[in-house]
């Protein structure tokens, strides 16, 4: 914080923002902090020439992120860099997104294919991340879901690197996530320098996850590992496609600023930060909850994809557009109306406890 202020690096309210006062934004290098002590703790007891990599990619877009929040980059010059990360993993990991694992009864893809479909699904997962950081807790409440998840699958699959890996940035996020919604003196948002290198993870889990040479395919034969990644990211990637093509079809660039995302629903019902992170995390849990049911009935890979992908629109894109078009008399707007009003817990002592307890730390 002391940092951020020496360099006036802070998050300026403005009319799409929805805090009222500057924010400082070096909490992303407080995670990559994280992230290294507890991967150089870690490498003690265990060596993985993967985690290496990882931290190697989690650097470069810290930096880029910050340079990012200190003068801007250009859309386009971010996405080079992006796909040129991407590159780099592929190159030096061995790792891609060339098998879909009887998808659609489609196996291992051919280099022509597997290279740009890795390149252009890693930098989705990557700007997802990066537009759903509206809120207190949003981003790195879902990142910290999402590692929990894909290191749970990691570890039962006997993955050791990614299960370390995805343990280490869910550790690194949880101190964050305290301060980032319950600070007021100690608040701080992730910035971009956070959001970019998260999204970069996320990016190498699910290339693990799908890659031809997959753990978690071999030791569960039956487990969908493109609808599960599909299930952990998936409102990030079904509001961010959204999004972009709602901008295109209104004649706007895809990359031009809004209050269109689904956190934004929630906050003009009237939800508080807490609650609009809450409302939008259980939607993500709920597909994942689908998914487990799926793969637990007996599902197979396609079976499990189309129930991801089905309850993915209806949760992100079918609520978005239906709660727009509802009658605002009606019982269904007035029960989240009241639910909404119920969500507001900043004046509660149980809040004002942890405000004290984390301005103090």
């Not at 150089?40 to 020439?49: D, E, P, Q």
């Not at 009864?105 to 597997?114: A, N, Q, R, T």
């Not at 992730?190 to 997959?214: A, K, P, Q, W």
């Not at 049911?293 to 949760?315: K, M, P, S, W």
Request: aromatic share 12%; net charge positive.
């Amino acid at each position: 914080m002391k940092m951020a202020a020496s360099r006036n690096m802070f998050d300026v309210p403005d009319s799409r923002k929805l805090q009222s006062r500057p924010v400082p934004v070096m909490g992303g290098m407080a995670v990559f902090f994280g992230i290294v002590v507890g991967a150089g703790a870690t490498s003690v007891f265990f060596n993985s020439y993967a985690l290496f990599t990882c931290i190697i990619t989690l650097t470069v877009m810290m930096y880029v992120g910050m340079v990012d929040d200190l003068l801007g980059l250009s859309p386009i010059l971010r996405l080079i860099i992006e796909i040129c990360l991407v590159g780099f993993i592929v190159y030096m990991d061995k790792t891609n997104i060339n098998d879909m694992h009887g998808l659609f009864g489609i196996g291992k893809l051919p280099v022509y294919l597997s290279l740009p479909l890795c390149a252009v699904s890693c930098v989705g997962i990557i700007n997802s991340i990066n537009l759903i950081d509206g809120v207190d807790g949003l981003s790195s409440g879902i990142c910290i879901f999402a590692c929990l998840c894909f290191g749970i699958v990691f570890c039962s699959s006997y993955d050791g690197t990614m299960a370390v890996m995805a343990s280490l940035a869910a550790g690194a996020l949880v101190p964050f996530f305290f301060h980032n919604v319950f600070g007021l003196k100690s608040k701080m948002f992730v910035g971009d320098s956070g959001t970019l290198m998260l999204g970069m993870l996320m990016s190498i889990f699910c290339m693990r996850m799908i890659d031809n040479t997959s753990l978690a395919a071999l030791n569960h034969p039956r487990l969908g590992v493109v609808a599960f990644s599909l299930s952990v990211l998936s409102v990030p990637v079904f509001d961010t496609l959204r999004v972009m093509f709602g901008r295109i079809f209104r004649g706007i660039s895809p990359f031009h600023p809004d209050r269109s995302h689904l956190h934004h629903l929630f906050i003009e019902l009237g939800f508080s930060h807490i609650g609009t992170s809450v409302s939008v995390i259980s939607l993500n849990a709920f597909n994942v909850f689908c998914w487990l049911l799926c793969y637990l009935f007996g599902g197979d890979a396609t079976e499990q994809f189309i129930v991801v992908v089905v309850v993915g629109l209806l949760n992100t894109i079918g609520f978005y557009y239906s709660v727009r078009k509802m009658n605002h008399q009606r019982a269904p707007y007035r029960a989240l109306r009241w639910l909404a009003r119920k969500s507001h817990t900043e004046v509660g002592r149980p809040f004002m406890t942890m405000r004290r307890l984390m301005d103090s730390i």
